[in-house]
DNA sequence: ACGAGGTCCTGCGAGC
DNA sequence: TGCTCGCAGGACCTCG
């Protein structure tokens, strides 16, 4: 399920092979992905533009056109975006969205097994507005805790929900909500409102540190997830807290207790650590 | 402003 | 073995 560290993995590996090229023999296989485009003025665009730049926007690839066109690809849950750089087996052909030759035998594909990702064609306007819907990105160089505190202000709401609003803070899912309320000691049902100075430090730290060490091991493949280049990434193998309800607490021992209380979404927390304001 | 719940979509594992 | 059911969950929506 890619969340930051896995769109900023695929930004990354896409980035070299896309750069410069032309999207040749575009062809799109499913036209219920599209928001605010018909299928033929996508594909037209795509033929007649060279990208100039591609990079992320919270969970978001962003293909920038010598036009001044954006074509924004969000995975979802299961969408994969991959650069092949040979022949594709019959299951890589599988649930392909859009896919086109880059040349040289190469071949760009979104693949979306279960056709939740969305695909926007935006001009400069379009863009300007799409990208004030997100919160500031944690990872860039003026996110500072100040910044960090602005998010959680102004609500009471549970800080698992408000570490993962993207219009407060982008990029932010499930996964890395789990592992940095738990690296921080907070309980993730907590309103924003009664954390304290020191949970709210922590809390900074923890959420730049998990993103950081998840994007340096490639991202978290639970199932579906797949880098730029097809590989699994390594993330999970570090996982304190996603999906190990039930096993022990890595820093104390207690059993790890999973609930859907909280925006209907599976919580994995320890009772005994993240009990601290 | 808030929470609850629905919607989209398919694969998979649990349970009978 | 084969079936049904619920869950996975990000982003959006409506309703009260």
Request: aromatic content about 6%; glycine content about 8%.
């Amino acid at each position: 399920m890619p969340e930051l560290p896995e769109v900023e993995t695929i930004v990354r590996e896409l980035r070299p092979a896309l750069v410069g090229h032309t999207l040749l023999h575009p062809r799109l296989h499913a036209t219920d992905v599209l928001r605010g485009v018909s299928a033929a003025r996508l594909l037209a665009t795509l033929r007649a533009n060279r990208i100039v730049e591609v990079s992320r926007r919270a969970k978001h690839v962003v293909m920038q056109f010598a036009s001044g066109h954006r074509m924004i690809i969000q995975p979802r849950m299961t969408g994969v975006l991959i650069v092949y750089a040979r022949r594709r087996l019959p299951e890589e052909r599988r649930y392909v969205v859009l896919e086109a030759s880059l040349g040289h035998g190469r071949t760009f594909v979104f693949q979306d097994v279960r056709r939740l990702g969305t695909v926007w064609l935006l001009d400069e306007a379009g863009w300007r507005s799409y990208t004030a819907r997100f919160g500031p990105e944690p990872l860039a160089d003026d996110f500072d805790f100040a910044r960090f505190e602005a998010c959680l202000r102004g609500t009471r709401q549970a800080t698992k929900k408000v570490l993962m609003d993207q219009r407060r803070l982008a990029g932010v899912g499930n996964i890395y909500a789990n592992e940095a309320l738990f690296r921080a000691r907070v309980d993730p049902s907590r309103p924003t409102d009664r954390l304290d100075r020191a949970a709210r430090r922590r809390l900074y730290r923890a959420v730049l540190d998990v993103l950081v060490e998840a994007v340096e091991h490639r991202g978290t493949t639970v199932r579906d997830y797949r880098t730029g280049t097809g590989e699994r990434g390594e993330h999970q193998e570090a996982l304190d807290v996603y999906g190990r309800g039930g096993e022990p607490c890595a820093r104390c021992g207690t059993r790890l207790a999973t609930t859907h209380v909280i925006d209907g979404r599976a919580t994995t927390f320890c009772f005994r650590c993240q009990g601290e304001p």
